[in-house]
């Protein structure tokens, strides 16, 4: 189970921290992401983080400003947000992959996702 923390409204410019707590060993054990979605679009992936390597791959819309992170002793996954822009305004969501590996070659290989938290910049 994924449950998504940290949503709010803040100004342009302005920097937000995204938690995502997970039960069990998923956040030390597979791979995980960061999405977001605005209505009536696609669902848009944000950042990856490997369990194993720790490798980090983000998007080029928030790459330099956006840092994925975990916390494997409290079971937790971060999104740090700086430089907030309102084209970043979205429903965020953290996500495991589809076949719960603890790498992703594209953010198309996640399927389990969390209910989301609401971020909007103005």
């Known amino acids: 189970q994924l449950v998504e923390s940290g949503g709010d409204s803040v100004q342009t410019g302005g920097s937000l921290r995204l938690s995502c707590a997970a039960s069990?060993?998923?956040?030390?054990?597979?791979?995980m992401g960061w999405f977001r979605q605005i209505p009536d679009k696609a669902r848009e992936g944000v950042a990856t983080?490997?369990?194993?390597?720790?490798?980090?791959h983000y998007s080029d819309s928030v790459k330099g400003r956006f840092t994925i992170s975990r916390d494997n002793l409290n079971k937790t996954l971060y999104l740090q947000m700086n430089s907030l822009q309102p084209e970043d305004t979205a429903l965020y969501y953290c996500?495991?992959?589809?076949?719960?590996?603890?790498?992703?070659?594209?953010?198309?290989?996640?399927?389990?996702w969390g209910q989301g938290t609401q971020v909007t910049v103005s």
């Open positions: 983080i490997w369990s194993i390597t720790g490798s980090t």
């Open positions: 069990g060993d998923t956040i030390s054990r597979y791979c």
């Open positions: 996500a495991t992959p589809i076949l719960d590996s603890d790498y992703a070659k594209s953010f198309a290989d996640f399927g389990h």
